[in-house]
């Protein structure tokens, strides 16, 4: 199957700092990836939809200007979450879909924030 | 809209008994339907999939059936191990471009020896 990896996989940071996630596609392109953001023992939820040379699409509640995307070739998105703050630690999942019919999508390992 | 409810856990077993997990969709259209499964501080890996209606998914000892007439793709293994302690997602996606997944909220198993 598709691999898809994300670097790091954890981080820790001082408030305030910024942060950039990297999600690759390491065998297929991805015109598309997706960023979820998981909190302890809770489900997935999706941010925005990163697409390849356009503005990423986010979800209704998250701050475009927070959580920077930027989708820049076709196996490479990037995450940056700006100053960012203790209520910002989570685990930062991005995933992309294969190119089957049955939209099969690929995730990545995951990132762990913590903001100190 | 899409939407997927799974049975909430947590869920405990005894090795070797049999599992099943619940889960129903809202959809329209004919989704594509998932069960993915996340390891203790791990991503998410495709544990099994069915892209319509009727057929089964199946992947080291899990099944699941596509049933469109109770809308359903419920998680099953006959003989549950320690190793298989995770959380399941059910997950599904329209058929129609790339679009994301919609979970459920995720079922907590541990199986206890």
């Known amino acids: 199957g598709a691999v898809v990896s994300q670097h790091p996989s954890r981080v820790i940071c001082k408030s305030g700092t910024s942060v950039k996630i990297e999600c690759r596609s390491l065998?297929?392109?991805?015109?598309?990836m997706f960023w979820y953001r998981q909190f302890p023992k809770q489900s997935l939820m999706l941010m925005a939809t990163?697409?390849?040379?356009?503005?990423?699409?986010?979800e209704q509640g998250v701050e475009k200007d927070k959580f920077l995307i930027n989708h820049a070739s076709l196996t490479l998105s990037t995450l940056t979450v700006t100053s960012a703050h203790p209520e910002d630690s989570s685990f930062y999942i991005c995933?992309?879909?294969?190119?089957?019919?049955?939209?099969?999508?690929?995730f990545g390992p995951g990132t762990r924030l913590t903001v100190l | 809209g899409n939407s997927v409810t799974q049975m909430e856990g947590p869920v405990t077993l005894s090795e070797e008994a049999f599992l099943t997990i619940n889960c129903t969709y809202t959809?329209?259209?004919?989704?594509?339907l998932f069960w993915y499964v996340q390891y203790p501080g791990e991503g998410l890996q495709l544990l099994l999939k069915?892209?319509?209606?009727?057929d089964k998914g199946s992947n080291k000892g899990f099944e699941a059936t596509y049933r469109k007439e109770t809308t359903s793709f419920h998680l099953e293994k006959g003989s549950v191990q320690v190793s298989d302690s995770a959380v399941y997602f059910c997950?599904?996606?329209?058929?129609?471009?790339?679009?994301?997944?919609?979970f459920g909220k995720g079922t907590r198993l541990s199986v206890i020896a």
């Open positions: 990163s697409n390849e040379g356009s503005k990423a699409t986010y």
């Open positions: 069915a892209t319509k209606a009727d």
């Open positions: 997950a599904l996606t329209p058929n129609s471009g790339n679009t994301p997944l919609v």
């Open positions: 065998d297929f392109q991805a015109t598309t």
């Open positions: 995933s992309a879909p294969g190119l089957a019919s049955d939209n099969e999508q690929f």
């Open positions: 959809a329209t259209g004919y989704p594509s």
